[in-house]
């Protein structure tokens, strides 16, 4: 039963189905050319440019055609991993908190930030991806 709407993208990561919300994905783009980072927790794939912005990019999976640039505690961050299947308005699904109904399947919230509290806590002593001051 449905529970009103939620907008995002669903993500198909090894099979199971995930949801990014439109509050924390800001677009889908094409596959960056990423850098790596020496000692870098394995959820941090590297480092690449997104419109003249140099973001952490997060790795969900093993997908590689599409990036995720989510908003995540007021930074910019890619995704990668997961197979876009879908953007748009999803039924939210009734007392199941987070989670939306594609094509008949559940699709729970994908924790970004949780991944990149991870890559953060994981890292060296200054994090990843976070400006001075």
Do not use: N, W
């Amino acid at each position: 039963m449905s529970a009103g709407k939620r907008g995002g993208v669903v993500l198909r990561v090894d099979g199971a189905l995930h949801f990014v919300p439109a509050s924390t994905a800001v677009r889908v783009a094409p596959p960056p050319r990423v850098t790596p980072v020496p000692g870098a927790p394995p959820e941090l794939l590297g480092i690449a440019l997104h419109d003249g912005t140099i973001v952490p990019v997060l790795v969900v999976g093993p997908a590689r055609a599409a990036m995720v640039v989510c908003q995540c505690a007021g930074e910019l961050v890619g995704v990668v991993g997961g197979d876009v299947v879908a953007t748009g308005s999803f039924d939210a699904v009734s007392g199941e908190p987070g989670t939306v109904e594609y094509e008949g399947r559940p699709a729970a919230t994908l924790d970004i930030g949780s991944i990149y509290a991870r890559v953060q806590s994981g890292g060296r002593p200054a994090d990843f991806g976070r400006s001075g001051g």
